[in-house]
């Protein structure tokens, strides 16, 4: 939930020099203030237009996990007031875990290299290309990245610039679309409006979902992985990834010790558990996701359910120490497969 509405943050002794600062923080009640709760944790950040974030999230989820990395906090916040400035010199690039959570708050980040994007881009006009074509052209426009070299790295650097490469095209289609009007035999087309909003917000989530299972194809190719996209199991389930493949997972014969399985989700949320059921014979589960700081209830749950998180090497720093020592990455999934394959 979202609203706007108007606050005051300031120091109360800012004219005394003889006393020490006293910060009070007055805001307007609105729906979002009505749901706070004890216990729950408190974000402000000021933007460099002076507009003030006013963020509060419930104890123990998700998302506080990822503001607390995002804004570079040591600890999980408790009933301490912390803070710290992010001047230019110490904000560093916007990542691909900074820009999912910004996102996740509604903020789109500063698109860098723009030009370049542009003439990566110029190709498909104003229609976006299969999404294989555009996975392709996303690992070919980074031939420095190899994922025999580093499989963690070249799967977030391919990754990051698809998406950047999307969204650069997403503007495009969509800036012609509202230039164009939508304009009806009886005034303004509403429902036209609202179905061309809501295929860009459906074509988003679907196109990030299918880039990241077309990275982790190629990922597998390079290693020479024998493998199953999409094959089928019990009760018509289809895991993501199937290793060795169907025909070994149907065969009564085949060690289980041996199959492997692999569920591919960009983001989680609570979408996690579909992977429980999709391979019987697999006692343990892997799944990767690009999901950043997920919280500790969550990642309790998974290993009481079997479930092993696979997450590329440099999302390993916005979880937290205990967690981290838990996860795997790309290449630890790898050398998993490998060895049960030889």
């Not at 123990?60 to 408790?78: N, R």
């Not at 390079?222 to 018509?236: H, I, S, V």
């Not at 569920?263 to 019987?280: H, I, N, Y």
């Not at 799944?287 to 990642?299: D, F, R």
Request: glycine letters at 6%; hydrophobic letters at 40%.
């Amino acid at each position: 939930m979202s609203e706007e509405g108007r606050l005051s943050w300031y120091d109360s002794r800012a004219n005394d020099p003889r006393r020490s600062a006293e910060w009070r923080l007055y805001y307007q009640s609105n729906p979002v203030t009505e749901l706070m709760q004890p216990g729950d944790s408190m974000f402000v950040a000021r933007r460099p237009d002076s507009h003030i974030l006013f963020i509060v999230t419930p104890d123990g989820t998700d998302i506080q996990s990822q503001l607390v990395w995002l804004f570079g906090l040591a600890e999980q916040p408790g009933l301490d007031f912390e803070q710290r400035e992010i001047t230019r010199d110490n904000s560093g690039e916007v990542d691909f875990a900074a820009r999912y959570i910004l996102d996740e708050l509604g903020i789109e980040a500063a698109e860098p290299e723009a030009d370049m994007l542009d003439g990566l881009i110029e190709r498909f006009g104003l229609k976006f290309p299969k999404t294989r074509i555009f996975s392709e052209l996303a690992r070919s426009s980074l031939p420095d990245v190899s994922s025999l070299d580093d499989p963690d790295h070249a799967l977030l650097a391919w990754m990051e610039r698809e998406e950047l490469m999307f969204r650069r095209l997403e503007r495009r289609i969509v800036a012609e679309r509202i230039a164009n009007g939508f304009a009806g035999p009886e005034g303004a087309d509403v429902e036209g409006f609202l179905k061309f909003s809501l295929s860009v917000q459906n074509t988003r989530k679907s196109r990030v979902g299918l880039a990241l299972e077309n990275h982790l194809e190629a990922v597998f190719t390079a290693y020479d992985l024998r493998y199953a996209r999409g094959a089928e199991t019990e009760n018509k389930n289809k895991p993501d990834f199937l290793f060795p493949g169907q025909q070994e997972y149907l065969n009564p014969d085949f060690p289980a010790a041996r199959l492997t399985m692999l569920g591919s989700k960009s983001t989680l949320k609570d979408r996690w558990r579909q992977v429980l059921s999709e391979a019987e014979r697999i006692a343990v589960k892997h799944l990767l996701t690009l999901s950043p700081g997920l919280s500790e209830n969550q990642t309790t749950e998974m290993q009481a359910k079997s479930l092993q998180l696979v997450v590329p090497e440099r999302l390993h720093q916005t979880y937290r120490p205990a967690q981290q020592d838990w996860l795997m990455n790309v290449r630890g999934f790898l050398g998993l497969v490998q060895g049960r394959q030889c």
